[in-house]
């Protein structure tokens, strides 16, 4: 699949005349970064090979979402579940995350992409932590397309995040219980992308 048809899969984003119109874009695409295993297996490669073609499949979306002019693009590249598969694939992700942010943070810089994480940061090990704050630091000023990764990310973990920031707000005085509305939840809750995709789709 082209790139140009990648992008067209992606989302309507045609006018009705069947021209690319950039004022249909989403302005926030989440992708889930799946199917890297089924992929190597079909070629016959082992699992690790599938993350690593994944990487790269990743450089493109980026390149492009931010060539076509997307507000913020998130990836849930790892969630906590992931945890629970064998320790040698989990040091292989762990490394490729890694090597990922080293490598990309010049075309993160040259593209002006702006950087931020989410989930619990605090359980990955210090060289990957290290890379992300590293990360965050030099992209600080740039202006562009929001790139954010979702790493040891999980739904219940945001409710759980989510209700505790609430809690604080009531306790400090910031809001009451009867003001709990909708804006709110809004407030504390990671913001909702326009269109959500699976990274297995768009191979
Ligand atoms: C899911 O595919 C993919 C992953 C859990 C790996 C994601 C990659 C990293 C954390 C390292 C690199 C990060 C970036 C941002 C490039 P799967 O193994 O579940 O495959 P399947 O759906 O075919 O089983």
């Given at each position: 699949m082209t790139r140009s048809q990648t992008i067209q899969k992606t989302s309507n984003m045609d006018s009705p005349s069947g021209e690319f119109d950039p004022s249909r874009l989403p302005a926030h695409i989440a992708i889930i970064m799946d199917g890297n295993g089924r992929w190597a297996k079909l070629k016959g490669l082992p699992r690790v090979e599938g993350h690593a073609q994944g990487m790269q499949t990743v450089r493109t979306i980026v390149e492009e979402c931010s060539r076509i002019g997307i507000h913020q693009l998130t990836l849930?590249?790892?969630?906590?579940?992931?945890?629970?598969?064998p320790q040698p694939e989990l040091d292989f992700l762990m490394q490729l995350l890694e090597c990922y942010l080293v490598q990309e943070r010049p075309l993160l810089l040259e593209k002006n992409i702006r950087f931020s994480t989410i989930g619990r940061k605090e359980m990955l090990p210090d060289s990957v932590q290290h890379e992300i704050d590293e990360t965050i630091r030099v992209c600080r000023d740039n202006t562009g397309m929001g790139l954010c990764l979702a790493i040891n990310y999980g739904g219940r973990q945001e409710i759980v995040d989510a209700v505790q920031k609430i809690a604080s707000l009531i306790k400090e005085g910031s809001i009451s219980v009867n003001s709990i509305d909708e804006s709110v939840i809004k407030r504390v809750l990671f913001p909702s992308p326009a269109l959500m995709n699976r990274l297995s789709l768009l191979r």
């Amino acid at each position: 699949m082209t790139r140009s048809q990648t992008i067209q899969k992606t989302s309507n984003m045609d006018s009705p005349s069947g021209e690319f119109d950039p004022s249909r874009l989403p302005a926030h695409i989440a992708i889930i970064m799946d199917g890297n295993g089924r992929w190597a297996k079909l070629k016959g490669l082992p699992r690790v090979e599938g993350h690593a073609q994944g990487m790269q499949t990743v450089r493109t979306i980026v390149e492009e979402c931010s060539r076509i002019g997307i507000h913020q693009l998130t990836l849930f590249c790892f969630s906590s579940e992931n945890w629970k598969r064998p320790q040698p694939e989990l040091d292989f992700l762990m490394q490729l995350l890694e090597c990922y942010l080293v490598q990309e943070r010049p075309l993160l810089l040259e593209k002006n992409i702006r950087f931020s994480t989410i989930g619990r940061k605090e359980m990955l090990p210090d060289s990957v932590q290290h890379e992300i704050d590293e990360t965050i630091r030099v992209c600080r000023d740039n202006t562009g397309m929001g790139l954010c990764l979702a790493i040891n990310y999980g739904g219940r973990q945001e409710i759980v995040d989510a209700v505790q920031k609430i809690a604080s707000l009531i306790k400090e005085g910031s809001i009451s219980v009867n003001s709990i509305d909708e804006s709110v939840i809004k407030r504390v809750l990671f913001p909702s992308p326009a269109l959500m995709n699976r990274l297995s789709l768009l191979r």
